[in-house]
């Protein structure tokens, strides 16, 4: 019987989706395979091998976040068909496109990945991804709208440019051997949600939506101090932690500005525009002038998301080359 028959790719495509730690026991099975000969058998014990793979947790998540990413992706081509503007539609999946390869990258080994096994950094990856994915489908979604504005070619892989960071950002705080404890990122993520659930506590009880980015500029300050206080320990986990509280809070605010400012009751909505022609047109003008005041915290957020990452790949790199204190 052939060494590579179909029972033995069978049973080697089961053994490469097994992760790292696990692969002695991959080669075992393969080398139990080979003394047996009969076709049947070969099939049998293949097949039974493979079942045991998959049903391993890690095994599955790596398989159902394979399909989610090629699912995303596909869903965003064929999505993207109904974007007039044919450069537009290429910078919608060029933008999928680069989250979905630092996504990857964060779950091979290497300077982003993969995830730490605590179940902090498994949390914060996952909140912070989702709320990558929910900025960039508002993004792809209001693709047609962006078009109208003269500079959206520009606009379009800025935003990109600022999604792929955040999503690096968090990815590389949350990566194997990172210097952010458990801590860290408790205290971090803990913050971040806090000052945004205050944010949106402050628009939504005391309408109008605040009109300017002061009050989150306050709690984002708020935020960073609260996280890097709780952090405690050796000064750069005091830096990562008020970096990690700073790219979370600025980036579901921002979430929660569009949100709001697109889908919110028209009480709630600041007159931005008293000069408009009709009461339609001021409430849709000022709609869409309630995010221009944001921008400046966009890319505040942008900044900390890079630090982030970059603060977080140069600590790990430090960590590797000498010892830290205990964590």
């Known amino acids: 019987m052939s060494a590579r028959d179909g029972a033995a790719r ?13 692969r002695d026991w991959g080669r075992a099975m393969r080398a139990e395979l080979v003394a047996v000969t009969a076709r049947r058998d070969r099939w049998t014990f293949a097949a039974g091998c493979t079942g045991a793979v998959l049903r391993q947790p890690g095994v599955l998540r790596s398989l159902v976040y394979s399909l989610v990413t090629v699912g995303g992706l596909a869903g965003v081509v064929v999505w993207s068909a109904a974007i007039v503007d044919p450069a537009l539609r290429w910078d919608a999946v060029m933008l999928v496109a680069g989250l979905v390869a630092v996504s990857w990258l964060g779950r091979v080994a290497g300077p982003l990945g993969p995830v730490g096994a605590a179940g902090s950094a498994r949390t914060v990856r996952g909140f912070g991804s989702l709320a990558v994915a929910v900025a960039a489908l508002g993004v792809v979604a209001g693709m047609n709208q962006i078009g109208q504005n003269q500079e959206a070619e520009q606009v379009v892989p800025v935003l990109s440019g600022i999604l792929v960071g955040y999503l690096a950002g968090f990815v590389a705080v949350t990566a194997d051997r990172s210097p952010a404890t458990a801590r860290t990122l408790w205290a971090a993520g803990g913050a971040a949600v806090g000052g945004a659930l205050v944010w949106l506590a402050r628009a939504v009880l005391a309408p109008p939506i605040p009109a300017s980015a002061g009050f989150a500029a306050e709690l984002l300050v ?45 009480r709630m909505i600041p007159d931005l525009a008293p000069a408009a022609l009709t009461p339609a047109d001021d409430l849709a003008q000022s709609r869409s002038e309630l995010q221009d005041p944001y921008v400046a915290l966009m890319f505040l957020g942008a900044l900390i998301a890079l630090a982030l990452g970059i603060t977080s790949l140069a600590l790990r790199r430090r960590r590797a080359a000498g010892p830290m204190t205990s964590r």
């Open 10 to 22: 069978l049973l080697s495509a089961a053994v490469w989706l097994l992760p790292p730690a696990r």
């Open 222 to 266: 708020c935020a960073m101090g609260i996280a890097a206080f709780l952090t405690r320990g050796q000064p750069s986990r005091r830096v990562l932690g008020a970096l990690t509280a700073g790219a979370g809070l600025t980036l579901l605010v921002l979430i929660e500005v569009v949100l709001l400012s697109s889908y919110a009751p028209a």
